[in-house]
Nanobody, 121 residues
Framework: QVQLVESGGGVVQPGGSLRLSCAASGSIFSINEMGWYRQGPGDQREFVARIVNNGGYTTYADSVKGRFTISKDNRQNTGYLQMNNLRPEDTAVYYC??????????????WGQGTPVTVSS
């Protein structure tokens, strides 16, 4: 019953911005860690950004540093990826991945189904 659902993708012009959301649903106590990954057609999935410890530690792929910002709202069990100054090479399906503590006190790591982002004129 626990799942991650991404939203916020779409088609934007180069230089535009999007904010992606990743909502965790089900009997969840907390999101311990969340990462964003992306995969273009014919490419392997690559790391984009990661956040842990209530935002105390974040890391980014070199290709998005200075343009993307990852954040997490613990009370809403939702993570975000703010993407600014988008480039055509950012075109991909974006996936969230999270390590969750369940209400049962177990842990689970899940992938979302992805949200597509297309940067084009």
């Amino acid at each position: 019953q626990v799942q991650l659902v991404e939203s916020g993708g779409g088609v934007v012009q180069p230089g535009g911005s999007l904010r992606l959301s990743c909502a965790a649903s089900g009997s969840i106590f907390s999101i311990n860690e969340m990462g964003w990954y992306r995969q273009g057609p014919g490419d392997q999935r690559e790391f984009v950004a990661r956040i842990v410890n209530n935002g105390g530690y974040t890391t980014y792929a070199d290709s998005v540093k200075g343009r993307f910002t990852i954040s997490k709202d613990n009370r809403q069990n939702t993570g975000y990826l703010q993407m600014n100054n988008l480039r055509p090479e950012d075109t991909a399906v974006y996936y969230c991945n999270a390590d969750l503590t369940l209400n049962s006190n177990g842990h689970r790591r899940l992938w979302g189904q992805g949200t597509p982002v297309t940067v084009s004129s």
